[in-house]
């Protein structure tokens, strides 16, 4: 079988040319959990292995599947069945890396192509990506990088053609990490100036004035928009009553779904909000308690995660921006995709404030970047998830103040 090598030049982030697999670190987790499907040219070389046993093992092990019409690993207990005992894959073990299939390959990598941009990240599923992608303290940049690979399939993740911004991407990008690279604003006040920062924008797009985003951006740099835009942030009045029933409603939509964050009890998202929000013996709580709860879980939540480990939620935003391909992340405008990037994160942030309330002074950064991992599953993995929050939020897209100030604490 002749492969035809092939180079690609990508926007990346720069910690990815330090991204080295090691499956001691992580136990082989993505080999557990994840569907394995089997692109044909994979499947060529399975059916042309010489050791017949190897080679019925490997087939043996394999079923059609229909929504994809391709192969895809049985999963035995919910783990692939060529994870051998020693935590090496048998397929690669015997065969070489050249072997694997176009998911195993790839994976964490994440690609996309967005009108002929080629961006690639890696998915936060992966514990060793998590902590090269959120820990180092300095500002998250990008850069450059050629990549020559067999895989073609593999490599191009998705494809966004039918979003109106797209040929904006890069520049829409840039003024994103501007903003939310911003360390003279809180992480808050930089999400409220993005999205009053898109809205300005998503006019102009909407009336042919794309063109016009370069200026935005030198403006955007200028002291006197920064005056403007921060004084316009800061008199804006969040909502605490609409930000609980919102993440609340969230919750028991999602949760009703069966759509589970975590898989041991320890790390259960409703456990933890559940516990800090007091609900065990009851159900329905007076707003006023409810503000007491909340004022109690933001101190803490301040003093452990958001002001030890802000830079570590930087690096959580930028990259969840760029390795989700927003603002192209969907059909429809601008706003939407901001409004659903923005409820994303608070509800993520949510789960944190209700973890660290109950954990308290033995929240560590283990736990932050576990609760990014099983997170990283659901947004990466879980369509239903997205779906079920982007069902809630469309209805209120022509108001992206209101969502605003329901979503965003001012005072954090």
């Known amino acids: 079988m002749i492969e035809i090598e092939k180079e690609f030049t990508c926007i990346v982030p720069d910690y990815l040319k330090f991204f080295k697999c090691d499956w001691q670190y992580c136990g082989a987790a993505c080999c557990k959990g994840f569907q394995v499907d089997i692109d044909r040219q994979t499947h060529q070389k399975y059916k042309s292995i010489s050791d017949q046993n190897l080679r019925r093992k490997i087939l043996d092990s394999l079923e059609w599947n229909k929504s994809t019409k391709t192969y895809r690993m049985r999963l035995e207990n919910a783990i692939c069945p060529m994870l051998r005992d020693d935590l090496l894959c048998t397929i690669q073990k015997n065969f070489g890396e050249e072997f694997l299939s176009d998911t195993c390959a790839d994976f964490p990598r994440r690609t996309y192509v967005v009108d002929k941009v080629i961006e690639r990240s890696l998915s936060l599923t992966c514990p060793i990506a998590a902590r090269l992608a959120l820990m180092r303290k300095s500002p998250m940049k990008f850069e450059k990088m050629t990549f020559k690979t067999t895989h073609a399939a593999s490599f191009f993740y998705r494809s966004v053609n039918e979003v109106p911004t797209r040929k904006y991407l890069v520049i829409l990008q840039q003024i994103a990490f501007e903003v939310l690279q911003d360390r003279r604003m809180t992480l808050n006040e930089r999400l409220t100036a993005l999205g009053i920062i898109f809205s300005e924008i998503d006019g102009l797009i ?51 779904k069966a759509v589970v964050y975590f898989s041991t009890e320890q790390r259960n998202f409703t456990k933890y909000v559940a516990e800090a929000f007091e609900f065990i013996d009851e159900t329905n709580k007076p707003f006023p308690e409810l503000f007491r709860l909340y004022d109690n879980n933001i101190k803490i939540y301040k003093k452990i995660a958001l002001d030890p480990f802000n830079h570590v939620l930087e690096n959580y935003l930028v990259h969840s921006f760029f390795g989700g391909i927003f603002p192209c992340h969907m059909s429809g405008s601008l706003m939407r995709n901001y409004l659903l990037f923005l409820t994303l994160f608070k509800f993520f942030e949510f789960g944190l404030i209700s973890m660290t309330a109950v954990i308290k002074e033995d929240f560590s950064i283990d736990d932050l970047l576990e609760f990014v991992e099983r997170f990283s599953k659901r947004v990466d993995h879980a369509t239903k998830f997205q ?15 209101e969502v605003m100030t329901s979503l965003i604490d001012f005072a954090i």
Not at 230 to 246: C, D, G, H, M, P
Not at 388 to 398: K, S, V
């Open 206 to 256: 909407i009336n042919g004035k794309g063109e016009h985003l370069n200026l935005i951006f030198g403006i955007y740099r200028s002291e006197d928009y920064f005056k403007n835009l921060t004084a316009k942030v800061r008199s804006l009045k969040f909502q605490r009553e609409n930000y609980l029933s919102i993440m609340f409603e969230l919750a028991e939509k999602i949760f009703s």
């Open 387 to 401: 779906q079920i929050i982007l069902d809630y939020i469309i209805n209120f897209e022509e108001y992206p103040l």
